[in-house]
């Protein structure tokens, strides 16, 4: 009979924060998304997807590699700056292999990839910012219990 009501327990949506010179791809990509229940912001350019990850709340950042101005790369240079510990994929429609040095926790040359993979990657990405999560059973052995009685 804790003070919780029903409502909290909801698992708030997690964002991503999709960034496109693209329209077409951002737009497929929003709907990819939200169809799995992820709550998506979209943006055109790096310079206005940086100015959007600085109010706060993204979970995970999804950016396309090639974009006038601010590219993909310098742009989660940039995040991980602010903050290190949001996960960021970087997409590409014309590098396959990508040599430069990225600071991305992803890479996935667009069209190489299935959408599924995307979103098992994404899956991942945020279960590890997260922690692992109580359900699963084979946690690694870390002494977490330190001071529990």
């Known amino acids: 009979m804790g003070g919780h009501s029903g409502k909290e327990k909801m698992k708030p949506k997690r964002t991503i924060l999709c960034v496109d010179d693209n329209e077409q791809s951002l737009s497929i990509r929003k709907v990819l998304l939200e169809t799995r229940g992820y709550r998506v912001l979209t943006c055109a350019t790096g310079e206005e ?29 940039q995040i991980k700056g602010l903050s290190p510990q949001t996960p960021a994929i970087l997409l590409s429609g014309k ?55």
């Open 49 to 77: 997807a940086l100015e959007r990850f600085k109010k706060g709340g993204v979970d995970l950042v999804l950016t396309d590699l090639i974009m006038p101005g601010l590219d993909g790369t310098r742009l989660i240079e």
């Open 95 to 149: 590098v396959r292999i990508y040599d430069r040095d990225t600071r991305a926790d992803v890479f996935l040359p667009k069209g190489m990839y299935a959408p599924a993979e995307l979103l098992e990657r994404i899956r991942l990405l945020l279960v590890r910012k997260r922690g692992p999560k109580r359900a699963q059973s084979r946690t690694p052995r870390i002494p977490t219990q330190i001071g529990v009685a």
